[in-house]
């Protein structure tokens, strides 16, 4: 096939480029001993994942379930859900992954752990999470001054297991200069 027969819209993908650029990326995290947790809603491809994994990807990123499922049925071994959950049928579904996988889930809010504490001891699984914290763009997340607080009332859940903190600095998409760029990482 040539390229002057492609319907269009199309993707037309180097592989050779793709493939440098996945090893370069591994290679910084390697060499600075960080490790690599790629969003896998980038590029939703299985394919790509696994040659991530591969390269040494320690986990994944993913901003749906249906990524999530994705991602385990690719061979991660660690994969954290971006967003909050509090759907029953979606708890059902990362329960079902935390038995083939370690599942992180961000949290902000005590009701959301009852209810994945809950699922949790039904199904005999833990669940990992990460206390996700507002830094100012009010998408979700705990304010700042309060992560301790939920940090401690979350140790009364015993199927939750604290993974880490995270954030989620989305106003840094809206940024123009590097004044403002850096003005969020600041604040970050």
Not at 13 to 24: F, T
Not at 107 to 125: G, M, R, T
Request: aromatic share 8%; glycine share 4%; net charge neutral.
């Amino acid at each position: 096939m040539y390229t002057k027969d492609l319907e269009t819209p199309a993707i037309l993908l180097d592989l050779d480029i793709m493939e440098n650029n996945l090893r370069n990326y591994q290679n910084q995290c390697t060499q600075n001993h960080k490790a690599l947790w790629p969003m896998v809603k980038t590029h939703k491809s299985a394919t790509i994942l696994k040659k991530q994994l591969e390269m040494g990807a320690e986990g994944v990123l993913c901003g749906t379930v249906d990524e999530c499922e994705m991602a385990v049925e690719a061979g991660a071994k660690n994969v954290m859900y971006a967003y909050p959950v509090a759907n029953p049928k979606n708890i059902s579904r990362l329960a079902a992954l935390a038995k083939k996988a370690k599942i992180i889930i961000r949290l902000d809010h005590l009701d959301v752990a009852h209810l994945l504490e809950e699922w949790a001891e039904k199904e005999q699984i833990i669940f990992y999470y990460s206390i996700i914290v507002d830094m100012d763009f009010h998408r979700f997340g705990i304010h700042p001054k309060k992560v301790i607080d939920f940090a401690e009332k979350m140790k009364s859940f015993p199927h939750l297991k604290l993974f880490g903190i995270s954030t989620h600095p989305g106003q840094v998409y809206g940024c123009t200069t590097q004044e403002e760029r850096t003005a969020v990482a600041k604040l970050e």
